[in-house]
């Protein structure tokens, strides 16, 4: 697992979305397989349509004030947004290539989202 700059320009699909306290994690397979884990912290906003397994053609990020972003992910289809999250920062990382579906959310560990702890079983 390492940490990339910025998101590829590459196609890809939607596998997963988590949402927690401030945060959101997000798994996302490009075309050829390389899996992204997105995290989004201090998130105040979530919109989602049928964004799982849609195949995402462009994404973008919009600047709404010095401390706020909107990430934006669009339709391969159509022009529409399929998921739209506002928040403060964005931490991408690599996390594997020609993986099972959803493997990137547990390549960076088990933990819960917002610093939970796992309920013990």
């Known amino acids: 697992m390492h940490k990339i700059d910025s998101f590829p ?19 996302f397979q490009t075309w050829n397989c390389r899996q992204l884990l997105l995290i989004f ?23 709404l004030t010095q ?6 992910f669009y339709s391969l289809w159509e022009d529409r947004v399929v998921l739209m999250i506002k928040a403060q920062s ?3 990382y690599q996390v594997g290539s020609n993986g099972e579906i959803n493997s990137a959310l547990f390549d960076v560990g088990y933990d819960y989202i917002g610093g939970q702890e796992p309920p013990s079983m």
């Open 9 to 27: 320009s590459e196609d890809g699909h939607i596998e997963s979305i988590l949402i927690g306290a401030d945060v959101v994690k997000v798994s």
């Open 41 to 63: 912290h201090e998130v105040d906003s979530v919109e989602a349509y049928h964004a799982v397994n849609e195949d995402i053609g462009e994404y973008k990020e919009v600047v």
């Open 67 to 72: 401390n706020r972003k909107q990430y934006e």
């Open 90 to 92: 964005l931490e991408l």
